[in-house]
């Protein structure tokens, strides 16, 4: 877990960056935190996201604009959708410790975007991937392990992560929320 | 980009097509959490769903799995199917007002956040209120009740 000078150090220092709903500043609230690798913001906030085999043409811009939707909902405070929306990834090796993923809606081909709690309510995105890339177990854990040594690289602190006690819907719910 | 498609037409734009799915977002949320909710108190399924609104499963399906394009008429009758009005609220963009809620981290705007959610989460299918109340479900209230 980190205090709430070691992430605004974080920030300060460039290794984090604080995503925001981009609704030209009018923000009616803020009840949760989304902090990205400065990489991950890039390609989040990308103006054009990549054209996929198969997508019309349109595809791209309305996927980004439902993610962008979707992570402002999870900043305002809205009701996420746990399980569907946010999930705790199943840890099948030491690079899926603590990792969770936030998992776009149709149109296809969905995101995800991995990360970890900061804290409850903070979650912090280091890694960020095009579902139709994670084909396999390899691509996984590739995309795992890339979220994780990012994570510690930029802190020698474990997230904010109870996994023994997350183990149903309501209890995810909770810890998003607490 | 046509010389009268000036930068700050795109991003005006932008917060206006974001504002839109935004809303279709928060639209599919309300129908989803709606839905579940009748499924595991009642066993609705899509297809009863369905066949108690007049449209086909796969539609059902699709409007549920995430945010579309579904008109206004098909979300009103999906919630009449599901016993709830969908009612329909416009507000300015000047009431939001901004947010200076920049460090959301320190303990006293934390308490207050624990608390609005902990209001919300049993606040039923209300609209969450930091969210653009673009509408709201009502629970219809059976006669005789």
């Given at each position: 877990?980190?205090?709430?000078?070691?992430?605004?150090?974080?920030?300060k220092s460039?290794?984090?960056?604080?995503w925001?709903?981009?609704?030209?500043?009018?923000?009616?609230?803020?009840?949760?935190?989304?902090?990205?690798?400065?990489?991950?913001a890039?390609?989040?906030?990308?103006?054009?996201?990549?054209l996929?085999?198969?997508?019309?043409?349109?595809?791209?811009?309305?996927r980004?604009?439902?993610?962008h939707a979707?992570?402002?909902?999870?900043?305002?405070?809205g009701?996420?959708?746990?399980?569907?929306?946010?999930?705790?990834l199943?840890?099948?090796?030491?690079?899926?410790e603590?990792?969770?993923?936030?998992?776009s809606?149709?149109?296809?081909?969905?995101?995800r975007?991995?990360?970890?709690?900061a804290?409850?309510?903070?979650?912090?995105?280091?890694?960020?991937?095009?579902?139709?890339?994670?084909?396999?177990?390899?691509?996984?854990?590739e995309?795992?392990?890339s979220?994780?040594?990012?994570?510690?690289?930029?802190?020698?602190?474990?997230?904010?992560?109870?996994?023994?006690?997350?183990?149903?819907?309501a209890?995810?719910?909770?810890?998003?929320d607490? | 980009?046509?010389?009268?498609?000036?930068?700050?037409?795109?991003?005006?734009?932008?917060?206006?097509?974001?504002?839109?799915?935004?809303?279709q977002?928060?639209?599919?949320v309300?129908?989803h959490?709606?839905?579940?909710?009748?499924?595991?108190?009642?066993?609705l399924?899509?297809?009863?769903?369905?066949?108690?609104v007049?449209?086909?499963?796969?539609?059902?399906?699709?409007?549920?799995?995430?945010?579309?394009?579904?008109?206004?008429f098909?979300?009103?009758?999906?919630?009449?199917?599901?016993?709830?009005?969908?009612?329909?609220?416009?507000k300015?963009?000047?009431?939001?007002?901004?947010?200076?809620?920049?460090?959301?981290?320190?303990?006293?705007?934390?308490?207050a956040?624990?608390?609005?959610?902990?209001?919300?989460?049993?606040?039923?299918?209300e609209?969450?209120?930091?969210?653009?109340?673009?509408?709201?479900?009502?629970?219809?209230?059976?006669v005789?009740?």
């Amino acid at each position: 877990m980190l205090t709430d000078a070691e992430i605004d150090s974080l920030i300060k220092s460039g290794a984090l960056v604080r995503w925001e709903p981009r609704l030209g500043g009018r923000v009616s609230a803020q009840h949760r935190v989304i902090l990205l690798a400065p990489s991950v913001a890039a390609e989040i906030d990308a103006p054009r996201w990549p054209l996929s085999d198969e997508e019309p043409t349109r595809g791209p811009k309305l996927r980004r604009q439902a993610f962008h939707a979707q992570l402002a909902r999870f900043v305002e405070g809205g009701n996420m959708i746990v399980t569907e929306e946010i999930k705790r990834l199943t840890p099948k090796n030491a690079h899926f410790e603590d990792l969770f993923a936030f998992r776009s809606r149709p149109p296809n081909p969905q995101v995800r975007l991995l990360g970890y709690f900061a804290r409850p309510g903070v979650f912090v995105g280091t890694a960020f991937r095009q579902r139709d890339e994670l084909v396999g177990e390899d691509e996984w854990t590739e995309a795992a392990k890339s979220a994780s040594e990012h994570w510690r690289s930029i802190t020698p602190k474990k997230p904010m992560a109870a996994p023994n006690q997350i183990r149903t819907k309501a209890e995810l719910a909770r810890y998003i929320d607490e | 980009m046509s010389n009268s498609e000036k930068p700050k037409d795109r991003t005006d734009r932008e917060v206006v097509e974001i504002s839109a799915m935004m809303a279709q977002d928060q639209l599919w949320v309300l129908l989803h959490e709606r839905f579940r909710e009748l499924e595991e108190t009642n066993g609705l399924t899509q297809a009863a769903l369905a066949r108690k609104v007049g449209c086909d499963r796969q539609s059902v399906n699709r409007w549920l799995s995430g945010p579309s394009n579904i008109s206004i008429f098909s979300a009103a009758k999906l919630f009449a199917g599901m016993d709830s009005d969908l009612r329909v609220a416009c507000k300015p963009w000047r009431e939001l007002g901004t947010s200076n809620y920049y460090r959301c981290f320190d303990e006293p705007k934390l308490a207050a956040t624990k608390a609005v959610l902990q209001f919300r989460n049993t606040g039923a299918s209300e609209m969450r209120s930091g969210s653009l109340p673009i509408a709201k479900i009502v629970p219809a209230i059976a006669v005789g009740e």
